[in-house]
């Protein structure tokens, strides 16, 4: 059993910075992917980063330049700092990370979520 939670979240000004984090818990043995999502009302979800366990790191178009994933694999924690929000950032973000068990089974868990919103 895997848990995620995320933290960090909060109602920041346009042209702020905010960081979130992304802590995992439970039978983990190894975790390769980490990805930071972002869904809001009545819009599709969105991949924004990933990292990989290598610490390659990918980032959707709107989103480049501004925020940055890191991991730290000794505390099972993925980290998305965002700097020059903007109003259309405004989202519940959601981490995703893929999962080795002790027992050689690979899967994907998902946070519930933290509120990130921009204001004008």
């Known amino acids: 059993q895997v848990q995620l939670v995320e933290s960090g979240g909060g109602l920041v000004q346009a042209g702020g910075s905010l960081r979130i984090s992304c802590a995992a818990s439970?039978?983990?043995?190894?975790?390769?992917?980490m990805d930071w999502y972002r869904q809001a009302p009545g819009k599709q979800r969105e991949l924004v980063a990933t990292i990989s366990s290598d610490g390659t790191t990918n980032y959707a178009d709107a989103v480049k330049g501004r925020f940055t994933i890191s991991r730290d694999n000794a505390k099972n924690t993925v980290y998305l700092q965002m700097n020059s929000l903007k109003p259309e950032d405004t989202a519940v973000y959601l981490c995703?990370?893929?999962?080795?068990?002790?027992?050689?089974?690979?899967?994907?868990?998902w946070g519930q979520g933290t509120q990130v919103t921009v204001s004008s």
């Open positions: 995703k990370f893929r999962v080795m068990t002790p027992w050689g089974a690979w899967n994907d868990y």
């Open positions: 439970g039978s983990i043995f190894k975790i390769n992917a």
